[in-house]
């Protein structure tokens, strides 16, 4: 029986609503269902997933105003205040006609694949398939090392928090070690065990994420000491001795960066989200929108209300922010109740970082990729989660969080990994639209387009994209030991030889590209 026939004699109104609503649950609408035939994939999973939930899901993983206190020492040296702020409010701008391009695509194709899906339906045929494997391992490690980042993160901000009410205490690198693969233990339960819950807990969780930036920003304003205003907006600092301020201020862009990377993390869910042509570039856009703003305005606000910049870089705690809280309440209690929200806010975005590097594995690997391709797509039977790509992105981030042990230098290098792979990701993806748009080959059918605007858009998000790129290999200062080197470009290089010399001797002759398997749909 179709289930579009309701007309049919002897069949019971009700029972077919029931059994549309099951089928949209499992399988979405109508649209999803021909996205998926036109993309040649199987729905596996069911799409729990709705407007509000994504959009909780990206406010979460992105975390703008959370992590834009936790990395804004970056800024705050190369920059100062000045630097911060402005470099925000242009990275934000950056970000938002870059998500802007990506969201088009999306609705033009949304899979869990993302950027290497595009790039090798997009590409020039003669170079999808290179081209797309390459994004395709970048946006996999991207994602691993950003999961592996923030797990770290979490994993010593409790490990401040710690210090902060016992100053007797002489914290280790293994004991933030193990914290660390607590938290991507915690990820790992939640994905798994509570994975039908996830878009209720995204829910709830962005309510937190709310109140807590209005409580924390009031506090501040409140009762911290302000600085001059002019100062604040005006005033441009080299502290990392590049010799000249703009030098020092764009190599501060990082602070700007991180805290707004990440809205493609929506695509790669795009499987459980029902009518996901539509309701992506929505969430991706307004993401971008809202966290933006409540990022620029915590950063301003905590520009202000920072005090003695000396003092609080050098925090016991290893975390900027737990000093400032203390100096503005004068009490462990207080900052250690306005730290807890942010740490916990931090726990959450790996937990939907786990999820969606997962997704993003588990759609490179169905496309036949990378090494045990069938084991890493599974998705068993009433998990309705790539349950193998979920517990091996927990075994990454607990390998990874194993070097901060030896040294922090080395992890926080690895890590970075994830910036400039995403960044490439985007790039290529993007790159690929301007060259459809400027040859004016056919774009495919979507239900977001940027129109007359597209090529424009398109441009202007490249040109940011290349020039973030470059910096975010910069090292903190132009002369560093080898403890202050930015090693990213030997992580990155390395990792591009090694998913090219795969392509050589094995991707090559198990890999057509996702391009290979697509339908063309009767209009």
Known sequence: MSIDDKDSPGVDDAAVGDHDNHVDEIKGNADDRADMYRMGKVQEMRRNFRFLSIFGFSMILMASWEFSLSVSTIGLVNGGTAGLIWMFFIC???FLLVNTSMAEMASMAPTSGGQYHWVSEFAPPQYQKFMSYIMGWMCVLGWQTSCASSAYIAGTQIQGLVILNHPEY?????????????????????????ARKLPLIEGVVLIIHIFAFFGIFVTLWVLSPRADAKAVFTEFSDGGGWGSLGGSTLVGVLAGVLPLLGADAAVHMSEELRDAGRTLPRSMIMTTVFNGALGWIMVITYCFCIGNLEEVIMSPTGYPFMQVFYNSTQSTKSATAMSVFLVAMTVFSNLTMVATSSRQLFAF?????????????????????PLNAILTTFLISSLLSLINIGSAVALNSITSLATTSLLSSYIVSIGCMIWRRWTHSPLLPSKFSLGQWGLAINIASEAFLVVVFVLAFMPSNPNPTAAEMNWNILIYGVVALFSLAYYVFRGTHRYEGPVAYTRTLQQ
């Open 92 to 94: 934000w701008i950056g």
């Open 170 to 194: 002489v914290p280790e690198a293994w004991h933030g070690t193990l914290l660390s693969i607590a938290v991507a233990a915690f990820s790992v339960v939640f994905n798994t065990f509570l």
């Open 365 to 385: 690997a169905r496309d036949h990729a990378v090494p045990f391709s069938p084991w890493f797509s599974k998705v068993p039977t009433g998990w309705d989660v």
